[in-house]
Nanobody, 123 residues
Framework: VQLQASGGGLVQPGGSLRLSCEGS????????IGWFRQAPGKEREGVSC????????GYVDSVKGRFTIARDNAKKSVYLQMNSLKPEDTGVYYC?????????????????WGQGTLVTVSS
């Protein structure tokens, strides 16, 4: 299982970014995908997740109404659209995969992790 996260960058407060997580080396349609972030000096936290079919979606309360997760199984990709970004959204964002029909925001639930992509929200 290999995951490649991309799309991070520097953005001003109120701006938007779209993160992508591309999978390879496994049957993408069998796997739930989660997005996590880790700010300096803090633990990694779950941000959003989507089940293998896309029917089940979850968000941490702090991003509800601002972030949207979606998947394109034909492209073996999951996207995280982040709008109205705040400085507290700053961190390294990771995507993770687990073979399951639901999804979870708990990091221990996931076996496979990609490298992170840095998101910095600052003026």
């Amino acid at each position: 299982v290999q995951l490649q996260a991309s799309g991070g960058g520097l953005v001003q407060p109120g701006g938007s970014l779209r993160l992508s997580c591309e999978g390879s080396g496994f049957t993408f349609t069998y796997y739930a995908i989660g997005w996590f972030r880790q700010a300096p000096g803090k633990e990694r936290e779950g941000v959003s997740c989507i089940s293998n079919s896309g029917d089940s979606i979850g968000y941490v309360d702090s991003v509800k109404g601002r972030f949207t997760i979606a998947r394109d199984n034909a492209k073996k990709s999951v996207y995280l659209q982040m709008n109205s970004l705040k400085p507290e959204d700053t961190g390294v964002y990771y995507c993770a995969a687990q073979r399951f029909s639901s999804c979870s925001l708990h990091r221990k639930w996931y076996d496979s992790w990609g490298q992170g992509t840095l998101v910095t929200v600052s003026s």
